[in-house]
């Protein structure tokens, strides 16, 4: 399998966990020195943000305490398209972009009696993911999460 | 008492006048109609911050009550405000968020606002500059002098926030909020500071249901953070302050962060004049809300979109000498639980969505209790009582009973 292709299958795979909130699973794709962020341009206040900036230990803790919070449990479900792949110069790296669109998947919605069982488009945006690959295996060392959305209403405790 | 029938639910509750409101001052049309007319086009409300128009041209767009306005920094520096209206057909002169005049438009010249419609400009002080084919037009009927912008009450005040006010007789704004500012003014004032946090929701509940709990700190049951990291005996003994003009100030203490798994100390980055990792919050009347926790600063501001519907702007501060490290810092500490992937702010927004849901328009009119007495401190709900009396003199109408005149009950009340 090419590099590439080790790549684009990696994303699908950590996709599919996401969707399956199947969170340290999801974890043990990246390095140890895996860097997660969300972030967003804003023209309102004409800045670069960060929506959420943290390590794999960070990661860690927060699927950990996940429980401990109130969260709204509508299911998130990604559609990932993987744009571009592109190999560093000694093939152990690579860089890939992807267009991500997430519902969601009411569950508690509004009113649950009401909105349960409708999907609603949540958040748009690009992974800007970096892998490094080794043996045919390709690990996660950082992911930023552009999104395109500065409305951000309720059902985002978890990670995207 | 087990589960109560209909009359038991409806009775009047066994607390004192004012320890509770009626919902239908979160569902009814008409209030939410009286509340625009009556108090936010009357109100001073911080549309944005300075930072966010930093240089001469600069503009930002937003609303008030409906208004459109537009905030331009000039090129002698000053900061105005304006109504987002040209004056000859009423179209909305300037559509995008913020931006710079400093170049031209395809209607019009750099350095002026141009309305796309007809190629109207005007400079940085409203004044009209250019009507298009103006003597052809209007011969010597009506000049450019006639239709200047309407210009707005606007002040940059308590940290660089860009205050507008759209009734051209409110009191100052220094006399409106200034004295609840008196907790926080040395830090906000110290040096300039910059906006690095934007985002906005829209939830289907009453803006008073999030000033409300912006006022109340009861329902810290709901977020494990704060019950880790407050509990203990001097977070229970804060005080909430009641202020001129229906503000308050919820006091200080000092905050142990690290004893949520994974957060740290703020100690290191407090703002100026500020003991470390101390949290001060201020809300002030109809829907305002400053929270410094430490080396962060939020801002919320509520636009009513109807009774059952709220805009809630969000915008994160920090000091605009910070380093490139130092901001990140405090970026972080904002976001994790103030950020909407942070463990507070989710919380409350299903908290007041789930309040939206049960009392929205053409449900049953119930009671709210506003009557916890803990002597002013954390858990009293003091705030949201100061807040409804406020409330009932501007509408003229009893928050507990809204259908009656709010001046009827204070006559009837001195009279006993």
């Not at chain 1, 399956?20 to 020195?33: A, G, P, Y």
């Not at chain 2, 949290?279 to 410094?292: A, K, Q, S």
Request: charged share 25%; hydrophobic share 35%; with cysteine.
């Amino acid at each position: 399998m090419s590099t590439c292709e080790t790549v684009r299958d990696a994303i699908y795979q950590a996709t599919a966990l996401l969707d399956d909130q199947k969170w340290n699973d999801w974890l043990s794709m990246c390095d140890e020195s895996f860097q997660y962020s969300i972030t967003s341009w804003s023209p309102e206040i004409n800045y670069n943000m960060t929506y959420l900036a943290a390590s794999k230990k960070d990661m860690h803790h927060l699927v950990d305490l996940l429980p401990k919070h109130n969260t709204d449990h509508s299911p998130l479900h990604r559609h990932t398209s993987v744009y571009s792949v592109t190999p560093s110069d000694d093939g152990k790296t690579a860089k890939a972009v992807s267009s991500v669109l997430i519902f969601q998947n009411m569950l508690d919605g509004t009113n649950s009696h009401i909105d349960a069982g409708e999907s609603r488009l949540f958040l748009i945006g690009r992974y800007i993911d970096t892998l490094q690959v080794e043996d045919g295996k390709a690990t996660f060392l950082s992911r930023e999460l552009k999104l395109d959305n500065r409305r951000l209403d309720k059902g985002s405790h978890w990670p995207l | 008492m087990a589960a109560r029938n209909h009359d038991q639910w409806m009775a009047t509750p066994p607390l004192q006048k004012g320890e509770w409101i009626d919902s239908r001052v979160y569902t009814d049309y008409q209030i939410f109609e009286e509340e625009n007319e009556k108090i936010f086009k009357n109100a001073w409300v911080p549309v944005c911050h300075e930072s966010e128009l930093s240089k001469p041209y600069d503009f930002r767009t937003t609303s008030i009550a409906r208004e459109p306005i537009i905030v331009c920094r000039g090129p002698d520096n000053q900061v105005r405000a304006f109504l987002n209206v040209c004056p000859h057909r009423g179209m909305m002169i300037e559509r995008r968020p913020s931006g710079s005049f400093f170049e031209g438009q395809p209607s019009g010249n750099p350095k002026r606002m141009t309305c796309m419609f007809h190629g109207w400009q005007f400079d940085m002080k409203g004044s009209c500059v250019y009507v298009s084919r103006e003597k052809e037009g209007y011969q010597d009927r009506l000049c450019k002098d006639d239709v200047g912008l309407r210009r707005l009450r606007c002040e940059v005040k308590f940290g660089g926030f860009v205050w507008v006010n759209l009734n051209d007789k409110a009191p100052d704004l220094e006399s409106w909020a200034g004295k609840p500012f008196e907790c926080l003014r040395k830090s906000l004032e110290a040096e300039p500071l910059e906006v690095f946090h934007y985002h906005k929701a829209i939830v289907d509940t009453n803006y008073k249901l999030w000033h409300d709990t912006n006022c109340e700190f009861y329902h810290d049951f709901m977020h494990y953070h704060n019950r880790v990291t407050g509990f203990n005996d001097a977070y229970f003994a804060r005080k909430n302050e009641a202020f001129d003009n229906g503000h308050i100030v919820v006091g200080t203490f000092e905050v142990n962060y690290d004893k949520y798994e994974g957060f740290e100390s703020r100690a290191s980055l407090s703002f100026p004049h500020l003991p470390p990792n101390q949290w001060y919050m201020i809300d002030l009347f109809p829907g305002i809300n400053f929270n410094l926790r430490g080396s962060a600063l939020r801002c919320d501001v509520v636009t009513p979109l109807g009774p059952n519907k709220t805009m809630i702007e969000f915008r994160g501060l920090g000091l605009k000498s910070d380093s490139k490290e130092d901001r990140m810092t405090r970026i972080n500490h904002h976001n994790s639980i103030w950020g909407p992937f942070g463990r507070n702010l989710h919380e409350d927004l299903i908290g007041v969505q789930g309040q939206g849901n049960t009392m929205m328009p053409g449900t049953e009119p119930r009671r709210v209790l506003h009557g916890r007495q803990e002597n002013q401190t954390i858990h009293d709900e003091n705030g949201m009582r100061h807040y409804y009396d406020e409330w009932g003199k501007w509408l003229n109408r009893l928050p507990s009973s809204p259908d009656k005149p709010y001046a009827a009950a204070s006559a009837v009340t001195a009279a006993e």
